[in-house]
Nanobody, 117 residues
Framework: QVRLVESGGGLVQPGGSLKLSCAAT????????VGWYRQVSGKQRELVAT???????TYADSLKGRFTISRDNAKNTVYLQMNSLKPEDTAVYYCYAKPPSRPIEYWGQGTQVTVSS
């Protein structure tokens, strides 16, 4: 069982920045595809960004250019740098991890990001 612990959420003004972190309790983190999803109450969870073991990134089209995903395998951590935040970015952000060739997904508990003046 892999545990994912997110941090870095909070309240930020429009136009501001936040950096989310997600630490994983696995020593084979480097082979996982990891990423971030977000969910607004009453709506489906949606993709924000993912990054594969090889460093290939995927972003939601609407977020390209503002959000950047990265990983530090030595720290078993994935990051999400969010810039130029907008009120519509307000959501609970969830960390995600999937091992290769296995039908298993792991999720964090979520961290709230609120963009408001």
């Amino acid at each position: 069982q892999v545990r994912l612990v997110e941090s870095g959420g909070g309240l930020v003004q429009p136009g501001g920045s936040l950096k989310l972190s997600c630490a994983a309790t696995t020593n084979i983190f480097s082979i996982y595809t990891v990423g971030w999803y977000r969910q607004v109450s009453g709506k489906q969870r949606e993709l924000v960004a993912t990054i594969t073991r090889g460093g290939t990134t995927t972003y939601a089209d609407s977020l390209k250019g503002r959000f950047t995903i990265s990983r530090d395998n030595a720290k078993n951590t994935v990051y999400l740098q969010m810039n130029s935040l907008k009120p519509e970015d307000t959501a609970v952000y969830y960390c995600y991890a999937k091992p290769p060739s296995r039908p298993i997904e792991y999720w964090g508990q979520g961290t709230q990001v609120t963009v408001s003046s």
